[in-house]
């Protein structure tokens, strides 16, 4: 860390180092801008030895690692580690990458881990590092000396083990709680209720003075705190001893709100009490979302006050919340210009023109309203401080409240990063298009479909073997939306009813009758599945293509386990654990006829190389592994 005394030493013998590490004081310090920001460092000259290989290592300074995380000082670990891989990979440090977890296959573990044969690893490649870094349990350590050929729990146990017997260290529980500042020199926020008195120092509001009222008519300006220059507000009685006194100005941070709000949710008519015996009734929180800011501090506090309020007997409540989805910040470009005094002025990106060269290239980039040059500082976290945020209204003018949604939906998995993009705004406004002109095209088959279901006709029998095999298709994308929807997966959800259109809209066939209702049924499907993330279209077209009601009221789309019924069945044919080919069979294949037709494989025959089959492994409906 910038902050180190072992920075401090190195950087007396170094000007440029004592310029990156002023650099470093000056930057971000919250996790959200670290994980962000460009991962920058410069070598101290200083050595430390390893403390089990006895390898020699180089110090480096390092923009992203705090002096407020363990000791300041971290061992990088690039081939397993975003930030570390990040850092070592930009072309000034170029540092080597020591691979020291290896896996094996995670989709054979994942089925059917006595499949393995000796050669089932995979090897390490530079740009899969996010694979051996978020699953480090399945896998088990090389390069690693003594310690190679544990698995992850081992290898920790084992090291601590070894460090603790050279004197060197031992486990410890690291907690990262820290003191609370919770006032703001600012007007909004919840009042602090204290009185400073001359003579009796710091008193509390009494009760019966409680709540202290902000002033409604105050307008900050930029020049400070307006309260300390509201005399009405300020000046007061002490409670105590009458003296003239003053009210504390300073306010609560709005954290202090938020790590308890969810509890007043349950009784917010309530006006006697904080809360009521209906808190018992509501909580814990089922799923708390947050954003990776909050990641740490937000949820710390909030069980934090939990507890509190448990130890003063106002809850029983233990927890706070059952499921925590820690969702990703939005990106945007920032633009910005300096003045000779050195102040940055941030710019909107949608008042900047992007200059491009021939081949498409940005190559620079002018402020719309006087054509000047702008400099580009990179993308980062939208934010009111950097001007790159996105107007929502914006969006909903030109595009429409339901397109804003399916964008910021289907861009990534809500736990990860999104670069905003304006043209991936407009493939989900085309794709709504497309959904709303397929809608009202088939109107008369979704009624055609409605009046044989309330009929109770048996418009099953009728379907040709093609119609047949797309819905089969259309129930299978649904079994998997579903079960994403349950996993908050809902860019999945959102390609999932893209995939649906695509099939509706290739129905094959020319029975009118059969037609129309596998379209009526896959119309039905796929506006309940987009309703929660397109609820103003998916109501609009459910109701002009004649279903009944509202479609917040219609049922859930279940799957219909008959149509995944297949006659023949494809299983991934493996010969020694290594994927060579597929196997079709019949959906109720006996094992002995899958083998003989796994022994007869052209596959089989040219990589067992004459070799006898030791075994054959059959993982129903999955695979088949010949072992040779």
Request: proline share 5%; hydrophobic share 40%.
């Amino acid at each position: 860390a910038a902050e180190h005394a072992l920075a401090a030493r190195a950087a007396q013998d170094n000007p440029a180092l004592a310029v990156f590490i002023e650099e470093c004081r000056q930057g971000a310090v919250m996790e959200a801008e670290l994980a962000t920001q460009e991962k920058k460092g410069m070598a101290t000259g200083l050595f430390v030895m390893h403390p089990l290989s006895g390898e020699k290592l180089p110090v480096w300074v390092a923009n992203y690692v705090l002096m407020g995380y363990g000791e300041g000082a971290v061992m990088a670990v690039p081939a397993h580690d975003k930030r570390d891989f990040e850092f070592a990979t930009n072309p000034i440090h170029d540092l080597p990458i020591k691979q020291v977890i290896q896996h094996r296959h995670k989709h054979i573990f994942e089925r059917k881990p006595e499949l393995y044969g000796e050669d089932d690893y995979t090897p390490f490649a530079a740009g899969k590092w996010k694979e051996w870094y978020d699953d480090k349990s399945i896998g088990e350590t090389v390069n690693s000396g003594d310690f190679s050929g544990l698995d992850f729990q081992e290898a920790v146990d084992a090291i601590a083990s070894a460090l603790e017997k050279k004197g060197l260290g031992k486990k410890r529980v690291q907690w990262r709680l820290r003191d609370w500042g919770i006032s703001r020199q600012r007007y909004w926020g919840c009042p602090i209720p204290l009185i400073h008195c001359p003579h009796c120092g710091d008193v509390p509001v009494p009760d019966e003075q409680l709540p202290v009222v902000l002033p409604e008519h105050l307008v900050p300006d930029g020049s400070g705190n307006p309260l300390l220059k509201t005399p009405s507000f300020v000046d007061c009685a002490c409670p105590k001893c009458g003296a003239q006194a003053q009210r504390e100005t300073d306010t609560m941070d709005t954290f202090v709100d938020s790590s308890w709000y969810y509890l007043r949710f349950a009784c917010a008519d309530q006006h006697d009490a904080m809360i009521d015996k209906r808190v018992s009734y509501w909580l814990p929180v089922d799923q708390y979302i947050g954003g990776i800011e909050h990641a740490i501090l937000h949820l710390l506090y909030s069980r934090f006050w939990t507890k509190v309020m448990r130890d003063i007997g106002l809850i029983e409540l233990d927890e706070p919340f059952r499921n925590l989805l820690t969702q990703g910040m939005v990106l945007n470009d920032i633009f910005f210009r300096k003045t000779e005094g050195g102040r940055i002025t941030y710019f909107n990106p949608a008042d900047v023109e992007l200059l491009s060269n021939e081949r498409g290239q940005r190559i620079g980039a002018t402020l719309r309203a006087d054509s000047a040059a702008v400099e580009s500082g990179g993308i980062g976290t939208m934010s009111k401080s950097r001007n790159n945020g996105v107007d929502p209204q914006f969006l909903v003018e030109k595009y429409g409240a339901d397109t804003a949604r399916l964008f910021m939906m289907f861009a990534s998995p809500p736990e990860q990063t999104l670069e905003w993009s304006d043209n991936a705004v407009q493939g989900a406004f085309r794709f709504l298009n497309r959904l709303w002109t397929f809608a009202y095209e088939n109107a008369d088959n979704c009624k055609t479909y409605l009046h044989d279901e309330a009929q109770q006709n048996d418009w099953l029998s009728d379907l040709a073997p093609e119609l047949v095999s797309l819905r089969r298709n259309l129930h299978a994308i649904l079994q998997q939306a579903n079960y994403d929807f349950a996993k908050f997966q809902f860019n999945t959800v959102v390609s999932a009813a893209m995939k649906m259109l695509n099939l509706l809209e290739d129905v094959p066939g020319s029975s009118v009758k059969p037609r129309a209702n596998v379209i009526g049924e896959g119309v039905s499907l796929l506006l309940r599945l987009l309703s929660p993330i397109t609820p103003h279209i998916a109501s609009a077209l459910w109701t002009e293509t004649g279903f009944a009601g509202d479609i917040i009221d219609a049922p859930w789309p279940e799957v219909d386990e008959a149509a995944l019924v297949q006659d023949e069945i494809e299983l991934v044919l493996q010969v020694n654990g290594k994927l060579r080919g597929n196997l079709r069979v019949a959906a109720g294949a006996e094992r002995a006829v899958i083998e003989q037709l796994a022994r007869a494989h052209e596959q089989v025959e040219k990589f067992s190389e004459g070799r006898p089959v030791k075994k054959i492994v059959v993982v129903p409906g999955r695979l088949v592994n010949v072992v040779v």
